[in-house]
T-cell receptor
Framework: AQSVTQLGSHVSVSEGALVLLRCNYS??????LFWYVQYPNQGLQLLLK??????LVKGINGFEAEFKKSETSFHLTKPSAHMSDAAEYFC??????????????FGAGTRLAVHP | GAVVSQHPSRVICKSGTSVKIECRSL??????MFWYRQFPKQSLMLMAT?????????EQGVEKDKFLINHASLTLSTLTVTSAHPEDSSFYIC????????????FGSGTRLTVV
């Protein structure tokens, strides 16, 4: 079954430092990949998505992610963390389907803390 | 951009009563809607998928008679938690997908249900 693994349930960085949130998927065929952000008691906001076009995907708020097929990874990065980036981040995948609905499968999430 | 409105944002109900949560797509036709449940500090668990005019497809372990889903139009889906009990207390989030849903999903802002 298709799954997505987020390494590190908690990541803490200093303001201005590089943000790196890791995501690996399990599939022999590249799926569609997404990163979402969730602030407390809110829904999810799409940061970026990979849909088999460019492997380096730029998203909102300065985030970007690179699809690496050889590593089955889709890590999220931001060059300089801001205090407002503190939130929960979810990597999600829509596996290649053979009938049925396109279902988003979420990773366990990574809580990003940004300290002064 | 695509907007999904979810109401209410918070609801407190007595044990044994039923609660209805609405999810509306405001500026697009939502051919498919998904309902998720999220426990504190956990990821999103897909409960069911519904296509407009069809019966919902429930994930394994989700009680169909407990969580009634209606998707009667292309802009509205409802989740009714019937005979709610304290263990049903959770954060419920809907998401909607329009035509060509592989390009991502728009999430509602979530509903915090507390059953007392």
């Amino acid at each position: 079954a298709q799954s997505v693994t987020q390494l590190g349930s908690h990541v803490s960085v200093s303001e201005g430092a590089l943000v790196l949130l890791r995501c690996n998927y399990s599939s022999s065929v590249p799926p569609y990949l997404f990163w979402y952000v969730q602030y407390p008691n809110q829904g999810l906001q799409l940061l970026l998505k990979y849909t088999s076009a460019a492997t380096l995907v730029k998203g909102i708020n300065g985030f970007e992610a690179e699809f690496k097929k050889s590593e089955t990874s889709f890590h999220l990065t931001k060059p300089s963390a801001h205090m407002s980036d503190a939130a929960e981040y979810f990597c999600a995948v829509i596996p290649p389907i053979s009938g049925g609905y396109n279902k988003l499968i979420f990773g366990a999430g990574t809580r990003l803390a940004v300290h002064p | 951009g695509a907007v999904v409105s979810q109401h209410p944002s918070r609801v407190i109900c007595k044990s044994g009563t039923s609660v209805k949560i609405e999810c509306r797509s405001l500026d697009f036709q939502a051919t498919t809607m998904f309902w998720y449940r999220q426990f504190p500090k956990q990821s999103l668990m897909l409960m069911a998928t519904s296509n407009e005019g069809s019966k919902a497809t429930y994930e394994q372990g989700v009680e169909k008679d407990k969580f009634l889903i209606n998707h009667a139009s292309l802009t509205l889906s409802t989740l009714t938690v019937t005979s709610a009990h304290p263990e049903d207390s959770s954060f419920y989030i809907c998401s909607a997908s329009g035509w060509g849903g592989i390009y991502g999903y728009t999430f509602g802002s979530g509903t915090r249900l507390t059953v007392v």
